[in-house]
């Protein structure tokens, strides 16, 4: 069974640029989720997707950042305008069922961001 | 609101010593509680997870954590590292949507 998959894996750009994350999940799992981990920290949930509607995004910059789950499959993860403080790795992760905290959730290897 | 604690930073044992990894949360109810293990440049996997029964949780790869109430805490543990142990360790908890990590506890092994 393929794992999560994310890309790139390595991003370096200037403030105030912008970028994206791609991730596609494991084949079948209806929840999706986006962590940003910030050197020296455990991660921090972005946004929570079931199928393709949002269940949490309490902790998303919506300035800034913004995701989407296209037919409730890939997601992307955007930051428009990037800042210092963005540099982190940000990981996806999925479950198979409607999530919850009693779901495994399966993690994906990340991207690394680096804002300059 | 919960939280997650993790006392210890960095945590260096010799190959075959034991280990134990600490863990304190805050929650109001019982928590679902985890343990994670991230190697450089992976993903994090899961180890283990505790919602409720047994206190004393067996994971993957020898690893065991036990659960204690009294204390808020959840430690893992395992009776003889190996050097493939050495990464870092999340510990977990969570309750309905949200998950919350603790900062980390970075291990390495001594040969």
């Known amino acids: 069974e393929a794992g999560v998959a994310q890309s790139p894996r390595y991003k370096i750009i200037e403030k105030r640029q912008s970028v994206a994350f791609w991730c596609n999940p494991i084949?079948?799992?209806?929840?999706l989720y986006w962590y940003q981990q910030i050197l020296g920290q455990g991660p921090k949930l972005l946004i929570q997707f079931q199928n393709n509607g949002v269940v949490d995004d309490s902790q998303l910059p919506k300035d800034r950042f913004s995701a989407e789950r296209l037919k409730g499959v890939d997601s992307t993860l955007k930051i428009q305008p990037a800042k210092l403080e963005d540099s982190a790795v940000y990981l996806c992760a999925s479950s198979p069922a409607e999530g919850g905290a009693r779901d495994t959730q399966y993690f994906g290897p990340g991207t690394r961001l680096t804002v300059l | 609101a919960q939280s997650v604690t993790q006392p210890d930073i960095h945590i260096t044992v010799s190959e075959g010593a034991s280990l134990e990894l600490r863990c304190n949360y805050s929650y109001g109810a019982t928590p679902y509680l985890f343990w994670y293990v991230q190697s450089p440049g992976q993903g994090l996997q899961l180890l283990l997870k505790y919602f409720s029964g047994d206190t004393l949780v067996q994971g993957i790869k020898g690893f065991e954590a036990e659960f204690k109430r009294s204390q808020s805490s959840f430690n893992l543990r395992k009776p003889s590292v190996h050097w493939s142990d050495a990464a870092e360790y999340f510990c977990a908890v969570g309750s309905l949507n949200d998950m919350r990590f603790g900062a980390g506890t970075r291990l390495t092994v001594k040969p």
């Open positions: 084949s079948g799992h209806a929840t």
